[in-house]
């Protein structure tokens, strides 16, 4: 699928700066950002982080796939009714096979518009601006109780802190992608269906109509979903998805500072 990309987003904001030192500064020169819903807006940040933040980054600003606040489709949507109704295209093709209804795509398209503006707000450079003050002990607590079951420091984690920046291990550690040792880790799934024999494999993918995998015995082979099919999920990542319902800013914070110290 073609990316679309543009470089001079933040264009007229140099612009508006460059105004305000000549002229007499006016707030009302600031640009005003199409405003957006905070109920929808939450609601489109859960959907966010469960189906597209491993990809694009919990603030959608980019991770292994593109930043989407800088997405043409976006910021074409930010600027119209904000409803989404340009997503169903993009978001059944390529790497995605998503299949949203009206309510779902506005939800989504209000997280997009919000986080924009979130971006137009604080800049070009814009980097998470809470990211310091973390306690690394504090941190050293926390995942010897919450993470030492599946990570050590000096096993897969060793040098962590030198592979990436704060921002990164920030970013990884909430929505991680599956980079350890090498090996990717993929999530296993098994399907009953009536009293068939159970098939396993690899998840290729799943939506709410189908399920596909790679049998253990090769091959690719896709199955209608339906209340007689049972599909069971076997997610390595799964115990990441549990702790975002647990941490707060500070866990978060204190991690990032003591995985920033693994050199
Ligand atoms: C498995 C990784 C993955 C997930 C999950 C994912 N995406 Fe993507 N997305 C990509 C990649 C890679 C691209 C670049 C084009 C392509 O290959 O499809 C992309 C492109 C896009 C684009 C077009 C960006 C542009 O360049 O204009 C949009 C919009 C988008 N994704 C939205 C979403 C939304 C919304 C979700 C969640 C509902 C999501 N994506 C989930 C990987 C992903
Ligand atoms: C139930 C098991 C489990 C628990 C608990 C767990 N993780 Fe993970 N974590 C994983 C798996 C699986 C991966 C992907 C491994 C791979 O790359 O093969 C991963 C990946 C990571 C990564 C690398 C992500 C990247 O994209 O670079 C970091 C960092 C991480 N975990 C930190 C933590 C921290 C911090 C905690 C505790 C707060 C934690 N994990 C708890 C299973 C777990």
Same mark, same amino acid.
């Given at each position: 699928m073609r990316m679309?990309?543009? $470089?001079?987003?933040?264009?007229?904001? $140099?612009?508006?700066? @460059?105004f305000c030192i000549c002229e007499i500064p006016s707030i009302?020169?600031?640009p005003v950002p199409p405003k957006t819903d905070p109920a929808l807006v939450e609601q489109g940040r859960s959907r966010f982080a469960k189906d597209c933040a491993s990809c694009h980054g919990a603030d959608a600003r980019g991770g292994s796939a593109p930043d989407l606040v800088r997405s043409v489709l976006v910021l074409h949507d930010r600027g119209g009714k904000k409803e989404g109704v340009e997503f169903p295209p993009v978001l059944k093709s390529g790497s995605?096979?998503?299949? /949203?209804? *009206?309510?779902q795509l506005k939800e989504l398209s209000q997280f997009l &518009? /919000?986080?924009?503006n979130a971006t137009l707000r604080s800049g070009p450079n814009t980097r998470p601006t809470n990211m310091q003050g973390g306690n690394a002990s504090a941190g050293a607590v926390y995942f010897q109780q919450n993470?030492?079951?599946?990570?050590?420091? &000096? $096993?897969?984690?060793?040098?962590?802190? *030198?592979? @990436?920046d704060a921002v990164n291990i920030q970013q990884r550690l909430v929505f991680p992608n599956r980079i350890l040792g090498g090996s990717k880790k993929k999530t296993q799934v098994t399907v009953v269906k009536g009293n068939a024999a159970p098939i396993s494999g690899t998840l290729v993918r799943i939506d709410d109509f189908d399920v596909t995998l790679a049998p253990v015995a090769g091959g690719v082979v896709t199955i209608?979903?339906?209340? *007689?099919?049972?599909?069971t999920l076997d997610d390595p990542l799964k115990g990441h998805y549990e702790l975002l319902n647990r941490y707060t800013d500070d866990d978060i914070h204190n991690l990032t500072a003591y995985l920033e110290t693994l050199k």
């Open positions: 679309h990309r543009i $470089g001079p987003l933040f264009a007229p904001i $140099g612009l508006a700066a @460059f009302s020169q600031a995605h096979n998503f299949d /949203y209804d *009206k309510n &518009t /919000y986080s924009v993470c030492s079951s599946c990570h050590s420091v &000096t $096993g897969d984690l060793a040098s962590y802190g *030198k592979r @990436f209608s979903r339906s209340p *007689k099919v049972k599909v």
